[in-house]
């Protein structure tokens, strides 16, 4: 059964830094595409970054210069190094990734960003 756990979440103030983890397990396959979305109270779900397994990124503008995504792919695990935190950025952010042409969800790792 494939699951993806995130882990990294937290309370932080303003202009802090988090560093979120996404590791991909259960499956015989590799992830292709892995991806990091949020969802704020309110809100729809966005994406955030997202990076193929080439190590090919894209970024939502709202987050550019701030927040740099990464994987090690010999440990299946994402990465979002979030820098110059804002309160904007407080949310629910989950990691998606693609297996074998199907897309997972985690359960998600709360991020709070005090003002």
């Known amino acids: 059964q494939v699951q993806l756990v995130e882990s990294g979440g937290g309370l932080v103030q303003a202009g802090g830094s988090l560093r979120l983890s996404c590791a991909a397990s259960?499956?015989?396959?590799?992830?292709?595409?892995m991806e990091w979305y949020r969802q704020a109270p309110g809100k729809q779900r966005e994406l955030v970054a997202g990076i193929t397994s080439g190590g090919s990124t894209n970024y939502a503008d709202s987050i550019k210069g701030r927040f740099t995504i990464s994987r090690d792919n010999a440990k299946n695990t994402v990465y979002l190094q979030m820098n110059s935190l804002k309160p904007e950025d407080t949310a629910v952010y989950y990691c998606?990734?693609?297996?074998?042409?199907?897309?997972?969800w985690g359960q998600g790792t709360q991020v709070v960003v005090s003002s």
């Open positions: 259960g499956s015989i396959f590799r992830p292709g595409v």
């Open positions: 998606n990734a693609d297996i074998a042409g199907r897309r997972f």
